[in-house]
Each structure stands twice: as structure tokens, then as C-alpha cells.
């Protein structure tokens, strides 16, 4: 018996007209801030591109920045002047 593969849930995405397909979820499954779900093309759908965006504002958001200089020196290495 051929069993039904199960999707995740996903669904095309249309961005600026193009009909290239671009695979999102629903936003509706993100606990997304107003400010978040502004950036998003669609705001019902969430795409891989805008989910690294909202990510990446709310880790400079946190302050966490370590200097370039810190995480070299930590794999060991050396920049020579």
C-alpha cells in the first residue's frame, strides 16, 4: 500500500510579480512582533530569507556583539599589522 508522504506546511509565494516559487509557512505559526510582521512581503506567509532577517535583528536587538578581534583570537588566530 503507497503510503501519502506528508508536507510540511508550505505554501508558493509570488515576491514582485515573478513567478519564481518561493517556499514559506504560515506567520500565523511565529510569535512575530507588529514591527516583525511588517517586514514580511506577505504577512500571512514567512519565507527562509525573512525569518533570518527578523533573527538577526532581534540578536543585534539582545547587544550580543563580540568583537572580530575576540572570536580570532579565540580559534587562534593572529593578524599581523
Known amino acids: 500500500m503507497k ?10 509565494v ?16 511565529f510569535n512575530l512582533t507588529a514591527n516583525e510582521r511588517a517586514l514580511l512581503k506577505d504577512p500571512d506567509w514567512m519565507t527562509e530569507d525573512e525569518a533570518d532577517l527578523i533573527i538577526a535583528l532581534r540578536r543585534e536587538a539582545e547587544g550580543g556583539e563580540v568583537p572580530l578581534e575576540d572570536v580570532l583570537a579565540r580559534y587562534g588566530v593572529c593578524l599581523e599589522d
Open 3 to 12: 503510503k501519502n508522504k506528508v508536507r510540511p506546511a508550505a505554501a508558493p
Open 14 to 29: 509570488r515576491r514582485n510579480g515573478s513567478t519564481a516559487r518561493v517556499e514559506a509557512r504560515p506567520s500565523s505559526e
